[in-house]
């Protein structure tokens, strides 16, 4: 076996623990085991919200106590099998898996409303279009009730403005293409080489990608940013060296 081989993959294992060393340890630290999923975390609930761009919606979510995962994608049209090109008379949404025992609907919904206009009409900032629209969308009767008293209590904080955020019925919610999935932490990679080598459907339903994404946008609350800042911050600056290793 030619030296070149044996370098590249000791490089692939040290890269591998690297990355999984890290992940265990920013997992711990927001209290999900790695190998949790929806179905041994107990009971969980979907929520749907359209918020403007789904690239910074759900990173919006994504660090939330709670939360399990997020996904970006289209909801609140009639049009079939959307994409980012062809958008149709959909919104662009953000799906939430969570946890109802650690964060409510309610809680949900209070970072829906403090994360973007729900004023503006026709978009949101320099976002323009029906796609970049306000929406809550509901699972049933009650979420219903919840979301519209959510929007009263909203808009008596606004009174000289129309909060004109929609409560709509969840139909289908069509994912996203790969390279909208977790956008913020795609854009820091050093942040997303911590996933080591990921497909980008893993990535997409990765619970620990869920978490820096939402740090890397830095929207994560408080209390959590520093935890991931301790956990996160030394592996950055101390990314071992394939040439220190093999001096060993």
């Not at 999900?32 to 107990?42: A, E, H, L, V």
Request: aromatic residues 8%; glycine residues 6%; contains cysteine.
């Amino acid at each position: 076996m030619g030296v070149e081989v044996v370098c590249q993959m000791v490089k692939s294992r040290v890269l591998y623990l690297w990355a999984v060393t890290v992940g265990v340890l920013v997992v711990q630290v927001v209290a999900i085991r790695p190998d949790q999923t929806s179905k041994n975390m107990g009971e969980t609930r979907v929520a749907s919200f359209a918020l403007g761009s789904f690239w910074r919606g759900e990173a919006a979510f994504g660090c939330l106590p709670g939360v399990v995962r997020t996904r970006a994608g289209y909801a609140g049209g009639l049009k079939q099998n959307p994409d980012y090109h062809s958008v149709g008379d959909h919104a662009e949404a953000v799906e939430v898996e969570y946890n109802p025992s650690m964060i409510s609907f309610e809680q949900l919904l209070k970072v829906f409303w403090a994360n973007h206009d729900p004023t503006q009409i026709f978009g949101q900032g320099p976002d323009v279009g029906p796609q970049y629209r306000s929406v809550v969308f509901t699972q049933d009767d009650e979420e219903a009730a919840v979301a519209a008293k959510s929007k009263a209590a909203e808009q008596n904080k606004l009174p000289q403005s129309e909060v004109v955020t929609e409560i709509q019925s969840m139909g289908v919610f069509y994912l996203a293409e790969a390279e909208h999935q977790k956008f913020e932490l795609r854009r820091k990679p050093q942040l997303f080489q911590l996933l080591g080598d990921i497909s980008d459907e893993d990535l997409t339903s990765s619970v620990l990608a869920t978490k820096l994404n939402g740090y890397a946008a830095n929207l994560c609350p408080p209390n959590m940013k520093k935890l991931l800042d301790t956990k996160v911050s030394p592996f950055l600056l101390t990314r071992p060296n394939l040439q220190q290793i093999l001096q060993f």
